[in-house]
């Protein structure tokens, strides 16, 4: 059975629970995780914009492209309050490749109604290393229950979606979409996908810490 158009932004829209949350707790919560609150609110943003761009005739290329690049900034900055980089300027290195690496593929395709490919494959392959690096100090540095631990759930959760928008990448990128069946498969999928790391998203906000000192020491 195909999934409808309305039930697939439905499931993404669910992105707007955890950034709920995340704000309604805003003045409790740990500063170092204002990055993942402000990427919750842009991911549930571009979702609205994006269905009524689409509903509307239009591409959303633009869109989704400002959001990749907004993504990868505040994934790195969250990254930087964590501890996870060793040096102070890391992060902020960082961003700038990001930022310069957006604006050479934006440049290059001189159209807003294509989606940076390259530069999406490459902030998502970083990205999924950092949360693997992340991920495995969580699990060998800290005596928490897993399941309680917003870093944990957060990783994973960047693990999965990160990983899957690389491999549909690499296909688009090697022609391999031009079934439509199997590009209607892909974005099924993803949708699911979408939908479980959102789902780890909204235990996140739950569970992020009121005091520094909660967050994982060692990082």
């Given at each position: 059975m195909v999934m409808n158009f309305t039930t697939h932004v439905l499931f993404s829209l669910t992105a707007g629970a955890g950034a709920l949350i995340?704000?309604?707790?805003?003045?409790?919560t740990d500063p170092a995780f204002l990055p993942f609150i402000l990427l919750l609110t842009c991911g549930?943003?571009?979702?609205?914009?994006?269905?009524?761009?689409?509903?509307?005739?239009y591409s959303n290329a633009l869109y989704y492209n400002l959001f990749a690049l907004a993504e990868a900034l505040l994934i790195t900055q969250l990254y930087q309050g964590l501890g996870l980089y060793k040096h102070t300027h890391t992060g902020r290195w960082l961003q700038v490749f990001f930022t310069l690496l957006w604006l050479t593929e934006f440049l290059y395709r001189n159209r807003t109604t294509e989606f940076l490919s390259y530069f999406i494959i490459i902030y998502s392959a970083i990205l999924v290393l950092q949360s693997i690096d992340l991920l495995h100090r969580v699990l060998f540095e800290t005596a928490q229950k897993i399941y309680t631990h917003p870093v944990f759930l957060i990783s994973m959760g960047l693990i999965v979606y990160f990983t899957?928008?690389?491999i549909v990448e690499l296909f688009w990128f090697y022609g391999l979409n031009q079934s439509s069946a199997f590009r209607i498969r892909i974005y099924e999928l993803f949708t699911y996908i979408n939908l479980f790391t959102n789902i780890l998203f909204i235990l996140a906000t739950l569970w992020i810490p009121l005091k520094r000192e909660y967050i994982l020491r060692s990082l």
């Amino acid at each position: 059975m195909v999934m409808n158009f309305t039930t697939h932004v439905l499931f993404s829209l669910t992105a707007g629970a955890g950034a709920l949350i995340g704000w309604i707790r805003f003045k409790k919560t740990d500063p170092a995780f204002l990055p993942f609150i402000l990427l919750l609110t842009c991911g549930f943003t571009t979702e609205l914009v994006s269905f009524f761009v689409l509903m509307n005739g239009y591409s959303n290329a633009l869109y989704y492209n400002l959001f990749a690049l907004a993504e990868a900034l505040l994934i790195t900055q969250l990254y930087q309050g964590l501890g996870l980089y060793k040096h102070t300027h890391t992060g902020r290195w960082l961003q700038v490749f990001f930022t310069l690496l957006w604006l050479t593929e934006f440049l290059y395709r001189n159209r807003t109604t294509e989606f940076l490919s390259y530069f999406i494959i490459i902030y998502s392959a970083i990205l999924v290393l950092q949360s693997i690096d992340l991920l495995h100090r969580v699990l060998f540095e800290t005596a928490q229950k897993i399941y309680t631990h917003p870093v944990f759930l957060i990783s994973m959760g960047l693990i999965v979606y990160f990983t899957y928008t690389v491999i549909v990448e690499l296909f688009w990128f090697y022609g391999l979409n031009q079934s439509s069946a199997f590009r209607i498969r892909i974005y099924e999928l993803f949708t699911y996908i979408n939908l479980f790391t959102n789902i780890l998203f909204i235990l996140a906000t739950l569970w992020i810490p009121l005091k520094r000192e909660y967050i994982l020491r060692s990082l």
